[in-house]
């Protein structure tokens, strides 16, 4: 079984396609099935922007679509940047103002604790979805510190690290990343339904 990726975002296709093929799963992205449609997150949660992306193209593309959407959850900011991530500080600023700018909000905050949050949905033509969630636990660093990964990578220290996501390697990040553990959980219920012999 084939899965049309609901992302246009090309890091989160990389990720995602890297991860996927890794457990098993092949997928095409919006490219190659020539979808152009730009989606608009309305949702007051994770998942339910991911709902909204993974329906739209599995009605367009008649296959099984998945769509994450995940985000930046920081405590002493009362959970912001949250589902507005992709967003924040302005829907006109780069990837690197955005992190320059959530950490000049964090000035002189010693309370730095933040995770990443990743739900996964996938939308069948059958009108079945599955819907699973990852976390990756860290800390907000005072500066940004590597090349590697995106969004705010540079800014983020894994729980257990003494790096930012942007200084890991494409495996270790994989290895620990909110996305990857998402995935995972998600083909195990894809494992589980398809055992239970629910028809998916």
Do not use: W
Request: negative net charge; aromatic residues 6%.
């Amino acid at each position: 079984m084939k899965f049309a990726l609901a992302t246009a975002n090309e890091g989160k296709i990389k990720e995602m396609c890297n991860i996927l093929s890794s457990l098993g799963i092949e997928v095409v992205t919006r490219d190659e099935l020539d979808i152009n449609l730009d989606i608009e997150e309305t949702g007051t949660t994770f998942a339910e922007n991911a709902r909204l992306k993974a329906v739209a193209i599995c009605k367009l593309s008649k296959m099984p679509s998945i769509a994450d959407d995940s985000g930046l959850v920081v405590n002493a900011l009362n959970g912001e940047p949250g589902v507005y991530t992709s967003s924040y500080g302005g829907e006109k600023l780069t990837t690197k103002e955005r992190y320059e700018y959530l950490l000049k909000n964090m000035e002189n905050m010693e309370q730095r604790n933040a995770k990443f949050v990743c739900n996964i949905v996938c939308a069948f033509p059958s009108g079945k979805e599955l819907i699973a969630t990852g976390e990756c636990s860290g800390s907000i660093a005072t500066i940004p510190i590597g090349d590697g990964g995106f969004g705010y990578d540079p800014v983020f220290i894994p729980d257990g690290y003494k790096k930012t996501m942007a200084e890991l390697s494409s495996d270790e990040k994989n290895a620990i990343s909110h996305r990857s553990k998402a995935l995972n959980n998600f083909v195990e219920l894809l494992k589980s339904n398809k055992s239970s012999g629910e028809c998916v």
